[in-house]
C-alpha cells in the first residue's frame, strides 16, 4: 500500500505539518515576535506584553532570542532534573553542576542575541482590579488593532495568500508604529 494512502495524508503534507511543527516549538507560533500574558493571581492585575522582532529577522535569530526567553524557567527546570539524576553524587559537585549549566544558558542566550535584543519592541498593557473596578495602563487600543493585523497576517500567510515581501511589509508597518525602547 502506498504511504500516503496509509495515513490519508499525502507524503509531501504530512512532512510539511511536521516542518510547521518544529518550526513552532524552537522558533515560536510567530515569525514576529510574540504576546505574552501574566494572568491575574494573587497580585490582582493581568500584564499582557506584545513583542515585535525587527522586520526580517532569521529563523536563527528567532530561536536565539526564544532560547533567551525561556531559558531562565526551562534552565531551572533542568538544574532541577540534574539535581535527581546526580543525586549519588555529593551535594556540592551536583549544586556546582547545576549552577554551571544554568550559568552557561544564560551566558549562551545573552551573547547570541546581544545585537538583537536592543531592536526588539514592546507594547506592555496591564489590567489591575482597583476596587470594585478595573483599570487599564497602556495604549490598549493600539494593542488590541496591532495584534489583530497581526494575527490576520499569520492567518494570509498560513493559507498562502500573502507573498513573503508582503508579509514583511505589514509586520514592519506594525513595528515602526511601536516606540523603540
Same mark, same amino acid.
Given at each position: 500500500?502506498?504511504?500516503h494512502?496509509?495515513?490519508?495524508?499525502?507524503?509531501?503534507?504530512?512532512?510539511? &505539518? &511536521?516542518?510547521? #511543527?518544529?518550526r513552532?516549538?524552537?522558533?515560536?507560533?510567530?515569525?514576529?515576535?510574540?504576546?505574552? /500574558?501574566?494572568?491575574?493571581?494573587?497580585?490582582?492585575?493581568c500584564?499582557?506584553?506584545?513583542t515585535?522582532?525587527p522586520?526580517?529577522t532569521?529563523?536563527?535569530?528567532?530561536r536565539?532570542?526564544?532560547?533567551?526567553?525561556?531559558?531562565?524557567?526551562?534552565?531551572?527546570?533542568?538544574?532541577?532534573?540534574?539535581?535527581?539524576a546526580?543525586?549519588?553524587?555529593?551535594?556540592? /559537585?551536583?549544586?556546582?553542576?547545576?549552577?554551571?549549566?544554568?550559568?552557561?544558558?544564560?551566558?549562551?542566550?545573552?551573547?547570541?542575541?546581544?545585537?538583537?535584543?536592543p531592536?526588539?519592541?514592546?507594547?506592555?498593557?496591564?489590567t489591575?482590579?482597583?476596587?470594585?473596578?478595573?483599570?487599564?495602563?497602556?495604549?490598549?487600543?493600539?494593542?488590541?488593532?496591532?495584534?489583530?493585523q &497581526?494575527r490576520?497576517?499569520?492567518?494570509?500567510?498560513?493559507?498562502g &495568500?500573502?507573498?513573503?515581501?508582503?508579509?514583511?511589509?505589514?509586520?514592519?508597518?506594525?513595528?515602526?508604529?511601536?516606540? #523603540?525602547?
Amino acid at each position: 500500500m502506498h504511504p500516503h494512502l496509509q495515513t490519508g495524508i499525502p507524503a509531501d503534507s504530512a512532512a510539511r &505539518l &511536521l516542518a510547521r #511543527a518544529a518550526r513552532r516549538i524552537s522558533e515560536g507560533p510567530h515569525l514576529w515576535g510574540a504576546i505574552d /500574558v501574566t494572568p491575574t493571581g494573587r497580585t490582582s492585575y493581568c500584564r499582557t506584553r506584545l513583542t515585535v522582532y525587527p522586520p526580517g529577522t532569521n529563523a536563527a535569530e528567532r530561536r536565539a532570542l526564544r532560547f533567551y526567553r525561556n531559558w531562565p524557567v526551562a534552565g531551572a527546570v533542568l538544574a532541577l532534573f540534574l539535581f535527581l539524576a546526580l543525586a549519588e553524587m555529593p551535594a556540592l /559537585v551536583v549544586t556546582s553542576i547545576a549552577i554551571s549549566v544554568y550559568a552557561a544558558g544564560i551566558w549562551a542566550g545573552h551573547a547570541a542575541t546581544r545585537s538583537l535584543r536592543p531592536h526588539v519592541r514592546r507594547l506592555t498593557v496591564l489590567t489591575a482590579a482597583t476596587g470594585q473596578h478595573f483599570e487599564t495602563l497602556g495604549d490598549i487600543a493600539f494593542f488590541q488593532a496591532a495584534t489583530d493585523q &497581526l494575527r490576520a497576517m499569520d492567518k494570509l500567510n498560513d493559507h498562502g &495568500l500573502l507573498s513573503a515581501a508582503e508579509y514583511e511589509s505589514y509586520w514592519a508597518e506594525i513595528y515602526d508604529a511601536l516606540p #523603540a525602547a
